[in-house]
């Protein structure tokens, strides 16, 4: 079965500062990627997803995430992050004609002015 | 446009008991899928439904059952609740499998 591994668990970064949160996937098929931002007592909100195509994906607020197959990762980036971008981030993948989408455990960034 | 909407918003049980959490989807999306967030953690998918039946399930046990109404509604409910029971339930929907899914703000469930 398909599964994600995020490799920071937290990451303080400063205010337009450049970030990146790493996330590797694990599967013996072709995949679906995902990046969601998760706000304090909130659901999930998508920031942006790689179906198929080109592998340069781009979301909102700014961020954007390469699909790197070689190297089975989906890292997040932004060049210059906000007080607002504070949150839980979480990587997920999913497979062709399987609905259990699989989520990481979720990395926290946290933006310091 | 009305999103996912999800109620009750945070209710306590104690343990033995059953909960009904309920979900209704944002418009014009057919699939609903359920999810369980423990503290500190990602969500782990329980089961989704599509044309009322439940089309594929997680790794959890019996306890947890659900339903899907005609007007793509859903149900999630739990019995015998345990104290690891305790955690955000998030329903999200889409229109067909695999599509990006849109989730709600979750139910918060404590057991005592």
């Known amino acids: 079965a398909q599964s994600v591994t995020q490799l920071d668990s937290q990451v303080p970064v400063f205010e337009e500062a450049p970030v990146e949160l790493r996330c590797n996937y694990s599967?013996?098929?072709?995949?679906?990627l995902f990046w969601y931002v998760q706000y304090p007592n909130q659901g999930l909100q998508l920031l942006l997803k790689?179906?198929?195509?080109?592998?340069l994906v781009k979301g909102i607020n700014g961020f954007e995430a390469e699909f790197n197959k070689s190297q089975t990762s989906f890292h997040l980036r932004k060049p210059s992050v906000h007080i607002s971008d504070t949150a839980e981030y979480f990587c997920?993948?999913?497979?062709?004609?399987?609905?259990?989408?699989?989520f990481g455990a979720g990395t926290r960034l946290t933006v310091k002015p | 446009d009305a999103g996912v909407t999800q109620s009750p918003t945070h209710l306590i049980k104690t343990r033995g008991q059953q909960v009904t959490l309920r979900c209704s989807p944002k418009?014009?999306?057919?699939?609903v899928s359920w999810y369980q967030q423990a503290l500190g953690q990602g969500p782990q998918f329980i089961f989704q439904?599509?044309?009322?039946?439940?089309?594929q399930r997680g790794n959890f046990p019996d306890r947890f059952s659900g339903h899907q109404f005609p007007n793509y509604s859903s149900e999630l409910n739990v019995n015998a609740l345990l104290l690891g029971d305790s955690a955000l339930y998030l329903c999200?929907?889409?229109?067909?499998?695999?599509?990006?899914?849109?989730f709600g703000d979750g139910t918060r469930l404590s057991i005592l």
């Open positions: 599967s013996s098929v072709s995949v679906y």
């Open positions: 999200a929907s889409s229109l067909y499998a695999n599509q990006p899914q849109h």
């Open positions: 997920a993948v999913s497979v062709y004609n399987n609905n259990d989408m699989r």
């Open positions: 418009s014009g999306h057919d699939t």
């Open positions: 439904y599509y044309e009322e039946e439940e089309r």
């Open positions: 790689y179906l198929s195509g080109s592998t």
